[in-house]
């Protein structure tokens, strides 16, 4: 296969000169092919959203997996681990994938954890370094959250790589969302600047499933399985008393996959409100008209809303951000909930309105089984990916392949739900909300 247009260009830290370990596995005769080389390059069919302006139809990624050769000695390598951001289902998978390869299969023996995200890489905030092994990372994968913590905030690049070099760490794993991945790339380039031998390998973690050119994040199938019976308790109270309303909210900052997605499993909806689609909320086309209509003839109605829906209905106040740098969004699902009371009031119409907000609930919780298994081979991709000398590069789930995205390629933009697209066009079909309530 050639001429790909698109860079999909891995860089490396070297040569890769010592025999894999994992050679042992290839049966006598068996050709060098089995460790994935250039022409076993995944085609990138572009599937979803409208990337196709991005990317020309020969690109391709490399696929993820063991290299014969490795760059790194197993024997005198430090690697680190450190989970960044919000919480999601399947970190202690993605640690305990990574330390179990490095341990067992590469004979990696000394793997730190980072502890809160990137505070733990400045000496101020005095954050203990674990040490990772098979004993300490055991039934881990069986709780939520993350065993090293996480954090928010910016922290001084230039510090980061000295805790790196004083560390002596040659590969150091980043576990994150986009700001993670912008961090990873700083660092990368700190990294190159100081003339390192360091790899930085991403794993894209966001319940959002909102990374650009990662088609699945783990945590993704957990969050949508949790989100539905958040749902299913939503139907219940709503047609449990007359004129009941049930009100969810799901996370989705800028996109609406796991909304969409939720009700589509859970086929309980009547409105999905989601980012990328603009509301009204007045007005005969407005959703609040539509809402009532429902009401009236069913007697019952669910509504799901994403955190980033509806923020042009919030009058214009000057924007907070986070620690990080995000934007901290307006609460749609309390600000819609005083609306649909306010407007049914206003209507003499008594409604039964119950509020469900499950959000930290769904990210916090441990991985479901899919997640599992998919956490596992992203962990392992990782481990394959940092030994061969790979560096900046994400492990991404593409087009059914497990493929290498450079960081360089995947950061700075986002990926959100089209309109136009299959998955919403399903929930109009399933919701019959035919309309985006614009008046
Ligand atoms: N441009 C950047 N340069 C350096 N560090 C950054 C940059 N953007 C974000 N970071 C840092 O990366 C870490 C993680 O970022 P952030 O809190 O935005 O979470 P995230 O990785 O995007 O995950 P989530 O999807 O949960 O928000 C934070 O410590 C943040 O300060
Ligand atoms: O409350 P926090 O930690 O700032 O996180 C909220 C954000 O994190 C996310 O879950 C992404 O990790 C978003 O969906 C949400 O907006």
Known sequence: MKNFDFCTDIPTLGEAKIISPLKKHTKPGEPEKRFISDDARVIVDVQINRLQSDLKKNSSFDQAGPREKIYFDPSKLKCAIVTCGGLCPGLNDIIRSIVLELYHIYNVKTIYGIKHGLQGFIPDFQHDVMNLNPDSVSGIQNTGGSILGSSRGTQDIGMIVDCLERMTIGILFMVGGDGTLMASKRIVEEIEKRNLKISVIGIPKTIDNDIYLVSRSFGFDTAVDVATLAIKGAHNEAIAYPNGIGLVKLMGRHSGFLAATAALAQQDANFVLIPEVDISLDGKNGFLQALENRILHR???????????????????????????????QDIGLFLKEKISQWFKAKNIPISLKYIDPSYIIRSLPANANDSVFCGFLGRDAVHAGMAGKTKLLISFWNNHYVHVPMDAASGKRKNLDPQGKLWQSILEATGQDTFFTD
């Not at 994403?306 to 000057?318: C, N, S, V």
Request: aromatic share 6%; net charge positive.
């Open 299 to 329: 007697k019952h109605a669910v509504v799901i809303v994403a955190e980033g829906a509806g923020q042009k209905l919030f009058d214009k106040q000057q924007k907070k951000f986070d620690p990080s740098g995000n934007i901290v969004l």
